[in-house]
Each structure stands twice: as C-alpha cells, then as structure tokens.
C-alpha cells in the first residue's frame, strides 16, 4: 500500500480487511481522509441505541479507536500493524437519532509510538458529544 495514495477509497477498504467483524458491523463510513487525519461516519442505527435513543458510549469509542487507527495509517502513509496503549475518553452531551462524525487527528507520527486526539459530534451539531485523547504502539 506504500506507493499507492492514502486516499478515501484506501481508507473504506481497511474497514473491510484488518478489522473484526463486530467493528465491520457499525457500518463505518469514510467521509475524509487527509495526511493528519480522518473523518468516519458511524451511522444512526437501532442496535447502537440505548434507552431514549441515545448512542451508546461503547459505539462512540469503538469508533474513535478504529478512526484513530487509520489516521495513523493515512499518517503514515499506510497501514501498519498497531495496538492501543490507551483510549481516553469524555463524554460531553448525548447525541440522538443522529449519524455521529469522528474526527481523529494525529497529533504525533514518531517511529515506535503514535498520539491522537478525537472528536465526535452529532451530525449537524456545532459542539462536541465527546473528545477522546489516544496513544498507541507501532509494531
């Protein structure tokens, strides 16, 4: 994948082949890719829903790591093996019966470690539904 360009279609395509089945079933959809970062829509989905509509905070997280993960690769330039070191999150206000935007961004690309930070936001939501901070090992 390293001469190729980290593009949307590069991004979509990783969601299929490294992640694990329960991840592909959010239905996570590429909206942005650039060299810092990228943007993933976790659609608004019955089964992400708790009670009074709300996305759980287990969806959001899942889909701020998988974001993450190929931020880094768009970082990179390419996908690369990675684990999770730690995953922080905040949950600011609820998002309901909305597609949920996760933007990751890295923040720093350094040869053994990656740092990131996220935000997800209710599609049509000026502010924030949660913010997460990332660091994660490259192996």
Do not use: N
Not at 40 to 65: E, H, N, T
């Amino acid at each position: 994948m390293t001469a190729k360009a980290f593009d949307i279609g590069t991004a979509q395509a990783l969601l299929a082949e490294v992640f694990a089945p329960w991840v592909q079933a959010l239905d996570l959809r590429v909206q942005m890719v650039e060299p810092s970062g990228v943007v993933l829509r976790l659609p608004s989905a019955p089964a992400l829903a708790r009670v009074g509509g709300i996305l759980c905070g287990q969806a959001m997280m899942a889909a701020a790591d998988t974001a993450m993960v190929l931020a880094v690769s768009a970082a990179a330039g390419g996908f690369r093996p990675m684990t999770t070191v730690q995953l922080q999150t905040s949950f600011m206000r609820p998002i309901v019966g909305r597609d949920a935007l996760v933007d990751a961004r890295v923040l720093r690309l350094g040869k053994t470690l990656a740092f990131g930070e996220i935000t997800i936001r209710g599609d049509g939501e000026p502010g924030p539904a949660a913010h997460a901070t990332t660091t994660y090992a490259l192996l």
